[in-house]
């Protein structure tokens, strides 16, 4: 039997509503409360995994029971655990690999919209600390620019440079 028009919806809808909970996970949650586990993405380091890996956990063990509630007593949960299935894999290959360079993926993209998720994430990453980030969105970036000038309203020293002796 194949897969309904409805089912593909209901994949599709989940699929995008998951860039939106992310944003507001990564914002109020990681950025917040769970400050702990997620700073050690905002540090350099040469680790296979880090402290924040344990985000992927928790998320895959909430679609896993998707998956399993929707086999035994709600169909519909199928599809939702499907699109948010979609998303994990499509932030693994774009965040993990194209931007972080935790795959072995080595083309970076020289313009277009990859180009621009990799330079809000890096200008995101500007910041190592919880407070005064911009861009929480793993697979929608807002314009660069657009993100630079409000990262230097949080943080107007950062785009200072520093005057060196002898200059006025």
Do not use: C
Request: without cysteine.
């Amino acid at each position: 039997m194949g897969v309904s028009f409805h089912t593909t919806l209901i994949a599709l809808a989940a699929l995008l509503g998951m860039e939106v909970f992310a944003w507001f996970a990564h914002k109020y949650i990681m950025h917040g409360w769970g400050w702990g586990w997620h700073q050690s993405h905002h540090q350099r380091h040469n680790r296979l995994l880090e402290k924040n890996d344990l985000y992927v956990v928790v998320f895959s063990l909430v679609v896993v029971g998707l998956f399993a509630l929707g086999a035994a007593r709600w169909p519909v949960l199928m599809p939702i655990a499907t699109g948010i299935t979609l998303y994990g894999v499509l932030y693994s290959l774009f965040h993990d690999g194209l931007v972080h360079r935790r795959w072995p993926l080595r083309w970076q993209p020289k313009s277009g919209y990859l180009r621009r998720l990799i330079l809000a994430h890096r200008i995101h990453h500007a910041v190592h600390t919880r407070e005064g980030a911009v861009s929480f969105g793993f697979l929608w970036a807002e314009n660069p620019e657009k993100l630079k000038l409000r990262l230097l309203e949080n943080h107007p020293r950062h785009g200072q440079k520093t005057s060196q002796p002898g200059s006025s």
